[in-house]
């Protein structure tokens, strides 16, 4: 096995896209720690990485940092799908009265 200092990549940013299982999250503390548990069982970083002596992570604290910002990125993209969704109701929902307040007044 090469030396961990001398591994290139190490510590490059790896793409991630949202699991359902992610996604399902309840809160902040559920969806890092899912986070955590997919990375440190990812076979590719454990294979590029040195494990931390003390706390036994391949993950760094910058990478943590990044499931927050996720999170966040994440929590903002549900809420604007949520107010799209209700603005086309209160849209379709006007739309209809309207159609029917001019079928009423040409009756």
Known sequence: MKKPALRKGRFSK?????????????????????RISLDQSSKEIQ???????????FITSKEI????NDYLKMMENKSKNNRNVQTDFKNKTNDSKTILDNHIAHS
Do not use: A, D
């Not at 999250?25 to 559920?30: D, L, Q, R, Y």
């Not at 990485?49 to 992570?57: D, E, F, G, V």
């Not at 940092?65 to 927050?68: G, H, P, Q």
């Open 14 to 34: 790896i793409q991630f896209r949202e699991t359902e299982w992610t996604k399902s999250s309840k809160n902040i503390g559920e969806y890092i720690f899912r």
């Open 47 to 57: 294979n590029i990485r040195p494990r931390h002596q003390m706390s036994q992570l």
């Open 65 to 68: 940092n990044m499931y927050v």
